[in-house]
């Protein structure tokens, strides 16, 4: 599905961007061209973000803390 109609991005590519390390509307813009025109997209960008950001693991997260 086409998530940014001006520079023609659709979710899989946004998806993409995420789970290769994206975390924000910026560094999904600077991979992906999406939200970097009339900025309509950026809560549609946003929520894929938010829905496919690798989570942090238990592990990890006990690591951080050491
Ligand atoms: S729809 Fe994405 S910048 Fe316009």
Known sequence: ????????????????????????????????GAAGCCGKCQFKVNRIIQEHEPQETQETACLGQL
Do not use: L, P
């Open 1 to 32: 599905m086409v998530i940014c109609i001006c520079n023609n991005v659709n979710s899989d590519t946004i998806k993409h961007a995420v789970t290769s390390g994206a975390n924000s509307v910026d560094h999904v813009r600077d991979m992906t």
